[in-house]
């Protein structure tokens, strides 16, 4: 089997990371609106930004990706990482790449001195909670949120 690379995304990637991100709409049954799209992909590349993107590489095809938001915390001194997104295509799943982008973000997290890493996953995402619970622990917060128009 080919070595994952993991890769910071550059201007040239977004033909590659957008299939992704769309298959990363469809798991989830939502649509996000293109501007949104656009902008969110602008905030990637701006070095201003706390928001991040890195893609998963088997050789020349990118299988998968997470997006990181880097943020300060009122619990610790140092920022804390938020892993906002992380998916893998159906094809590339079960062998390794959802843990080599996850120790990416790991990675990446302990060279900018941030104390902790955490994200959310929906309770029906049985078969990447298996690997979640081999990586993290659960913090035991239940997540609420609401949406204004």
């Given at each position: 089997?080919?070595?994952?690379?993991?890769?910071?995304?550059?201007?040239?990637?977004?033909?590659?990371?957008?299939?992704?991100?769309?298959?990363?709409?469809?798991?989830?049954?939502?649509?996000?609106?293109?501007?949104?799209?656009?902008?969110?992909?602008?905030?990637?590349?701006?070095?201003?930004?706390?928001?991040?993107?890195?893609?998963?590489?088997?050789?020349?095809?990118?299988?998968?990706?997470?997006?990181?938001?880097?943020?300060r915390s009122t619990w610790t001194a140092s920022d804390d990482c938020?892993?906002?997104?992380?998916?893998?295509?159906?094809?590339?799943?079960?062998?390794?790449?959802?843990?080599?982008?996850?120790?990416?973000?790991?990675?990446?997290?302990?060279?900018?001195?941030?104390?902790?890493?955490?994200?959310?996953?929906?309770?029906?995402?049985?078969?990447?909670?298996?690997?979640?619970?081999?990586?993290?622990?659960?913090?035991?917060?239940?997540?609420?949120?609401?949406?204004?128009?």
């Amino acid at each position: 089997m080919q070595s994952i690379e993991i890769k910071a995304i550059e201007h040239k990637d977004f033909e590659v990371w957008l299939p992704l991100w769309k298959a990363y709409q469809q798991f989830y049954e939502v649509e996000i609106p293109e501007t949104v799209t656009l902008q969110t992909w602008e905030r990637f590349l701006n070095t201003g930004e706390p928001m991040h993107a890195a893609l998963a590489m088997l050789g020349e095809q990118a299988v998968g990706f997470v997006h990181t938001i880097f943020h300060r915390s009122t619990w610790t001194a140092s920022d804390d990482c938020y892993l906002q997104d992380l998916f893998v295509a159906a094809d590339g799943r079960g062998k390794g790449i959802g843990r080599a982008l996850i120790e990416h973000v790991y990675a990446d997290a302990r060279s900018r001195g941030v104390s902790r890493v955490y994200w959310l996953t929906h309770e029906t995402n049985h078969n990447a909670r298996q690997l979640y619970d081999r990586v993290a622990e659960r913090s035991g917060f239940i997540h609420y949120r609401n949406v204004f128009s």
